[in-house]
């Protein structure tokens, strides 16, 4: 994703197209989404308390209710991703340490910004600064569940 930033700025300084492709938001909402980000906090809290976490939601309009949890569902669509983002962090605050929730919330931010339809220098800051968040905080996870971080998709953020 590194990348991709350096081929954002260069393109905004052309007055091109200032945006992520398709291909990118895959990466970001199957790749590190629910490949890892999910997979993490299950491996923190539990399969079941997650699952339970997403189950026990209260309904609201406009928001995704996933009243059989989310360990039932097979194949997962882009848009269950999006609304699983939706509603993480505060299905997780009080069940995950703040240090953890930190972690949550930072790799979240770059995916909500990587979603804008054109960026600009702000936006484009803002995805930096939440890269940085994570990469600063990251060696919870590693205290948690990883024994290194040795995970490509993170390491092209």
Excluded: P
Aim: charged share 20%.
């Amino acid at each position: 994703m590194a990348d991709t930033l350096k081929t954002l700025h260069h393109k905004h300084r052309n007055g091109q197209s200032r945006k992520f492709d398709d291909e990118d938001l895959c990466t970001l909402h199957k790749g590190i989404f629910h490949d890892h980000l999910l997979q993490w906090c299950i491996n923190i809290v539990g399969e079941k308390e997650v699952d339970a976490c997403f189950q026990t939601m209260s309904q609201y309009s406009g928001l995704h209710h996933f009243a059989k949890g989310i360990l039932t569902v097979s194949q997962w669509t882009g848009t269950e991703h999006k609304e699983m983002q939706r509603v993480f962090v505060g299905l997780l605050s009080g069940t995950v340490d703040d240090c953890v929730l930190v972690v949550i919330h930072s790799l979240l931010d770059f995916i909500y910004y990587a979603q804008c339809q054109q960026h600009t220098d702000l936006s484009l800051k803002v995805m930096e600064d939440s890269l940085k968040t994570f990469h600063d905080h990251k060696h919870v996870i590693d205290l948690w569940i990883c024994e290194d971080f040795n995970i490509l998709k993170i390491h092209s953020l």
